[in-house]
């Protein structure tokens, strides 16, 4: 659309006009193909079989954690073991929705998560969108976590009593 706007709005050279109508109905073809390429690709195999499925949808299905696997109630907004955010409705409610983000702005900074480019990459346009304002001060805390070297291994405790 805004390629045809353009045709009519300043462009006043016809071999311009010319050009990008030819790229427009020449990558139309190309798109096509692209997407029928996809669609007929080959499809991956189901990783569950019929038992793990019947086991999910059974009444004695009990949901865990994400993150720390503790078993917690299907009615539950927050693990009772670690806090994080694990209610099938919890982004949806205004109030708990302010906790979901501050969990997920925490991880960033003092989380453990798999970090690579695109995981940073993705907090620092998640805190620019949510929180613009405070965006530089909460890159400033994911840089510093970033770039230090992870705490040494606590010593192993031994288990006989005093």
Same mark, same amino acid.
């Given at each position: 659309?805004?390629?045809? =706007?353009?045709?009519?709005? +300043?462009?006043?050279?016809?071999?311009?006009?010319?050009?990008?109508?030819?790229?427009? &109905?020449?990558?139309?073809?190309?798109?096509?193909?692209?997407?029928?390429?996809?669609?007929?690709?080959?499809?991956?195999?189901?990783?569950?079989?019929?038992?793990?499925?019947? %086991?999910?949808?059974?009444?004695?299905?009990?949901?865990?954690? /994400?993150?720390?696997?503790?078993? /917690?109630?299907?009615?539950?907004?927050?693990?009772?073991?670690?806090?994080?955010?694990? %209610?099938?409705?919890?982004?949806?409610?205004?109030?708990?929705?302010?906790?979901?983000?501050?969990?997920? #702005?925490?991880?960033?900074?003092? +989380?453990?998560? /798999?970090?690579?480019? #695109?995981?940073?990459? +993705? &907090?620092?346009? &998640? =805190?620019?969108?949510?929180? =613009?304002?405070?965006?530089?001060?909460?890159?400033?805390?994911?840089?510093?976590?970033?770039?230090?070297?992870?705490?040494?291994?606590?010593? =192993?405790?031994? #288990?006989?009593?005093?």
């Amino acid at each position: 659309m805004i390629i045809f =706007a353009q045709l009519n709005q +300043g462009v006043d050279n016809p071999e311009w006009k010319g050009s990008i109508l030819a790229v427009v &109905f020449l990558s139309g073809p190309g798109i096509y193909a692209f997407v029928r390429w996809l669609l007929d690709g080959p499809r991956s195999a189901d990783p569950w079989d019929k038992e793990v499925e019947r %086991g999910l949808e059974s009444d004695e299905a009990v949901p865990l954690c /994400h993150r720390c696997l503790t078993p /917690h109630s299907p009615t539950a907004d927050f693990c009772p073991q670690c806090g994080a955010t694990v %209610g099938q409705y919890t982004n949806w409610l205004p109030y708990s929705y302010i906790f979901s983000v501050g969990d997920t #702005l925490r991880l960033g900074t003092a +989380g453990q998560f /798999h970090r690579t480019t #695109l995981t940073v990459l +993705g &907090f620092i346009l &998640f =805190a620019l969108a949510k929180y =613009a304002v405070f965006a530089p001060l909460y890159w400033i805390l994911l840089f510093q976590r970033r770039s230090s070297r992870p705490p040494p291994p606590l010593p =192993a405790q031994s #288990l006989s009593a005093p």
